[in-house]
Every structure is written in structure tokens, then in C-alpha cells.
């Protein structure tokens, strides 16, 4: 069996002789540029400039190297680039004041201030000296209760949407780069294009956009019926081009957990997210129905999986169990034979970070003899390997899992 096959099983809910893996896929699922050289190093690879494709949370794109020496399975494509491509012509070097030694698709994107903090002018973000990551003022989502909610302007939205519109030649363009990777590689290929566009902080936040879902739910649906009405005609040109080359497509990022419960109560997803998802998630499935969608939500969502399920989700991610009180066999229960899970493979914010090699092991090889019965599973991390992650630890946690 090919490494897509395997991939391919796994989310039909077949049990195989060995567990899908994936570094990378999508950009809450890779690792910290800062702790990718490490990573290569801990491997006995040829160092390299890492390509810093996400320079907002400063991810690096995995090299086809990496990926087969931690046994993985899943190559990504995006609207520009594949990591399963070369495409030498297109990173230009780019080192971070001197912080790290990188190639990046645009350096004019970036300005240096004289105590080093480097900013992104388009978004207002910087990355201080000491960050390993760009930074908001209140994380880009400021709660501002002593006014009124905060409402975008339809007007701008559609403009927006507008000048997001996609041109015959970038269709031509990833149709082009899917191909391409379809012929470089026998991994499952994850596109990362346009998707529904509504979540639930895409447009005033998490802290306030929740309040207008409660205040003001039929401006909600005017708002999320503009988006997802836009979303439909792109996504249904670009699949009708690219559809025999795509495995798995991320549909959106939507956010609905904290640490402790969902951001809103599961009927706001109900009314006014629920509906809309189904749409784009039919669509996708009428016209790629050999593709799978993927919906990336952090936190306590367990009381929300029957709902995503019911959204038309194929596959769930990261599998934040151990956000909200409830285990990876139940988060593994409620799933199962419904909707595969794409991470949850070891404990993120403690055993990775705080205990040792043989710790993260264990734990390995604990949650995977349960997550991967009855198929549904492919083994990734909780969101993002950080800068800071020990990189035998990254080493123990993939070869683990490629045990058999």
C-alpha cells in the first residue's frame, strides 16, 4: 500500500498494520521554525534554511526529508506553494535579525525596528526579540464591554470578498500545483485553499463576535450568508479543476473552545454556523466525493462533536482532549465510525513540554493502541510543535507511533 492509501483507510474507518502520520498538513498542525533546525539536526539531516511559510505563527514548511524520517504521511498544497515541490525560485532568504537564518516568499513584508522587535505593517503584528512568534495587542481580539458590539460593515465585507475572487489564472495556477504534487509523491495531498469563511472570530473575534451571535442573530446569518454564498462559487470553480488530484481539503479554522467549555452555547452553533457549514461541506462532497473535509476547532468542543458531525465534517482537528475534562477515549468514543480525528496523539501542554522522552513514549503508545481502533485516525500532535520543544521528544512521539 502507498503512504495515501494508508491515509486513505484510516478515514474510511478501516484498521490498518500501520498508523497514518502527519506533520504539516495545515498550519495548527507543524511545527515552530525556531524549533525546526533542532529537528533536523536531532535526525542527522543536511541542515537547511528553514521556509518560513506561516510568518505569523513563524511555522515551517516540513522538507520531504523530514517527512520520511519520521514516517509520515500527508504532503500539504497551498494556493502558491507544495511542500512536496522544490520551487527554489520562490523563497527569498530572510534571517530574523539575525535570530534565524530562513527563506521566506516575500522579506519586503517584514520591518526591523532599531530594539529589534520586527513588525508586519499589514497586519500591525510584531515578533519583540524575545518572541518566537508576532504578537497583537490583546491578541488581535480585544473584549471591550463599555460599548457597543462591534458589527462588520457588510459593505466592506463584500468589497472584501470582491477582491478575493479567483482569477482564470490563479485556477490554472493550483490546478497546475496539485498536479504536480499528485505526480511527485504518493502521500495523501492536503489543499489548504479557500474555505467557508465563517468563524467565529473571523470577523470582530472570539471575545465579541459570540454576543452578536446572541444580540443579533439575523445580522449574523445576513453576514455568514454573504460569505458562505461566495465561498460556494470559489470553492466550486476551483474543485471542478482540481478534484483528482485532492485528498483532503480544510474547509476552515473555527475556533470554539477555551480551555474549560465552548466559547458559545452549542445551539449558537446550531442556528447559525451549523447550516452554513452543511453547505459548503455538501457541495465539496458532490463535487469531490472522493475527498474528505476537515474543520480545524480548538479546545472544549467535546460537547459540540455530534454537531461538527452533523455539519458534514469528515475529519476533526487537533482533538483537544485535554481541554474541557473529558479523556481521549471518550473524545475517541464519541467519534468513532463518524468523524476520523487528525491529532490528540500526545498531551501538549504537559507531557511534551514537561516530561521526559520515555514519558512522551509511553503516552504515545497508550493513546494510540485506543485512538486507532476501528480506523478514524491519523497521528499529529496537539496544534503546533513549539519553539521551544525538545527535539528528541518530537523524535520519540513520531517513532513511537510508527511502531507497529
Not at 184 to 193: E, L, P, S, V
Not at 221 to 228: I, T
Not at 243 to 265: E, L
Request: hydrophobic share 40%; proline share 6%; net charge negative.
Amino acid at each position: 500500500m502507498t503512504r495515501r492509501e494508508y491515509v486513505l483507510k484510516a478515514l474510511s474507518f478501516e484498521e490498518t498494520d500501520r498508523l497514518p502520520k502527519d506533520l504539516g498538513g495545515m498550519l495548527s498542525a507543524s511545527i515552530s521554525c525556531f524549533a525546526y533546525p533542532k529537528l533536523v539536526a536531532e535526525l542527522g539531516l543536511p541542515p537547511r534554511l528553514p521556509r518560513v511559510f506561516d510568518t505569523g505563527q513563524m511555522l515551517a514548511l516540513p522538507d520531504l526529508d523530514v517527512l520520511d524520517a519520521l514516517d509520515c504521511d500527508v504532503v500539504s498544497v497551498f494556493m502558491q506553494v507544495s511542500n512536496a515541490l522544490p520551487q527554489e525560485e520562490l523563497w527569498k532568504p530572510y534571517d530574523f535579525n539575525g535570530r534565524l537564518p530562513a527563506t521566506v516568499l516575500d522579506p519586503g513584508q517584514f520591518a526591523l525596528q532599531e530594539d529589534g522587535t520586527i513588525i508586519l505593517p499589514e497586519s500591525g503584528r510584531s515578533m519583540p526579540p524575545a518572541s518566537y512568534v508576532f504578537e497583537e495587542e490583546h491578541a488581535g481580539q480585544p473584549l471591550i464591554l463599555s460599548a457597543d458590539i462591534p458589527k462588520p460593515d457588510l459593505k466592506k465585507v463584500r468589497s472584501d470578498l470582491e477582491k478575493q475572487r479567483l482569477t482564470d489564472a490563479d485556477i490554472a495556477h493550483v490546478k497546475m500545483l496539485c498536479e504536480q504534487t499528485r505526480e511527485a509523491t504518493d502521500r495523501a495531498i492536503f489543499f489548504n485553499g479557500p474555505g467557508a469563511g465563517i468563524g467565529i472570530a473571523a470577523h470582530t473575534g472570539i471575545a465579541m463576535f459570540p454576543m452578536l451571535c446572541m444580540t443579533e442573530p439575523d445580522f449574523v446569518h445576513e453576514l455568514h450568508e454573504m460569505v458562505v454564498s461566495h465561498a460556494e462559487e470559489q470553492i466550486g470553480l476551483l474543485l471542478s479543476e482540481i478534484h483528482p488530484y485532492v485528498d483532503i481539503y480544510n474547509c476552515g479554522s473555527d475556533d470554539w473552545g477555551t480551555q474549560n467549555q465552548t466559547i458559545a452555547a452549542p445551539q449558537v452553533y446550531r442556528d447559525l454556523f451549523q447550516p452554513y457549514y452543511r453547505r459548503i461541506n455538501d457541495l465539496m462532497h458532490r463535487l469531490a466525493p472522493n475527498a474528505k473535509t476537515f474543520l480545524h476547532s480548538c479546545g472544549a468542543i467535546y460537547d459540540l462533536i455530534d454537531d461538527i458531525i452533523d455539519s458534514g465534517f469528515d475529519i476533526l482537528n487537533p482533538v483537544q482532549w485535554t481541554a474541557g475534562g473529558h479523556s481521549y477515549k471518550e473524545w475517541k468514543d464519541k467519534s468513532r465510525g463518524r468523524i476520523s480525528l487528525w491529532g490528540g496523539g500526545v498531551n501538549a501542554q504537559h507531557t511534551l513540554p514537561l516530561g521526559t522522552v520515555e514519558d512522551v513514549e509511553a503516552e504515545v503508545r497508550e493513546i494510540i493502541s485506543y485512538m486507532r481502533t476501528d480506523g478514524g485516525f491519523i497521528f499529529n500532535g496537539i496544534h503546533n510543535l513549539l519553539a521551544e520543544t525538545d527535539p528528541k521528544k518530537i523524535v520519540a512521539m513520531y517513532r513511537t507511533a510508527a511502531m507497529r
